[in-house]
């Protein structure tokens, strides 16, 4: 693992680089709004992807660099994820690029989402406020147009994996696949509820999900 600083408009923030021996593809991820780059999701992709074949590289936005927990702005998110997306293109210029990131990394990930990408993972897509179905993000994932993987926990308060798939129905033309971890809540990770073998088994899907969307679009025709 390897850590650099890169310069955005809104200050440092840091690449922390996991790599693969004889990488395949590069996954670039941004962390929540209130979390960072060792979310449970994050570091477990970060720890078993290099071995697949994957090179994991962990964005800090610059909030969190600066001590901050909450972001000043998407515009803010949005310009410091194009400096991490235009190093990880000049680190890995021949590599195919996956981008993502954890529910507001996700967010920001659609909205940054272009021609020389390769796909989507979003780790807990925030649909909408909890409770508040009516104020829905979908058009972030839509707009996006990317083929996608959106790993969704059943007892997420932002929305489940079945409304997540409503949208994907309702918008025929977006390529998404859904996968849902049981028992999860946003946060993806276990609780002191879950059982060693419940733990076992989201880890189990959650690689194999991701590292599943990786090859299967990188053999993809054409």
Avoid at 30 to 44: C, E, M
Avoid at 151 to 158: E, H, I, L, S
Avoid at 167 to 192: F, K, W, Y
Wanted: net charge neutral.
């Amino acid at each position: 693992m390897s850590t650099s600083i890169l310069e955005t408009p809104d200050g440092p923030a840091e690449l922390v680089v996991d790599p693969a021996d004889e990488p395949a593809a590069v996954l670039l991820l941004g962390h929540g709004a209130g979390g960072d780059v060792d979310g449970w999701d994050l570091q477990l992709l970060a720890e078993r992807l290099p071995a697949l074949g994957v090179t994991v590289a962990r964005f800090r936005q610059p909030y969190r660099v600066a001590g901050r927990k909450i972001f000043s702005s998407k515009p803010g998110l949005d310009r410091a994820w194009a400096v991490a997306l235009a190093s990880a293109r000049k680190s890995w210029p021949e590599l195919p690029l996956f981008t993502g990131g954890h529910s507001a990394g996700a967010r920001t990930a659609c909205r940054g989402f272009a021609a020389g990408q390769t796909g989507l993972v979003l780790l807990s897509f925030p649909l909408h406020p909890p409770g508040k179905p009516d104020k829905s993000r979908a058009a972030e994932l839509i707009a996006a147009g990317a083929p996608s993987l959106i790993v969704q926990g059943t007892k997420d308060g932002f929305g489940t994996p079945d409304e997540i798939r409503a949208v994907l129905e309702r918008n025929g033309s977006v390529d998404g696949r859904v996968v849902e971890l049981v028992g999860a809540g946003h946060s993806l990770g276990p609780t002191a509820a879950t059982t060693a073998a419940q733990t076992a088994e989201r880890e189990r899907l959650l690689i194999w999900s991701v590292a599943g969307f990786v090859e299967a679009a990188l053999t993809r025709p054409g």
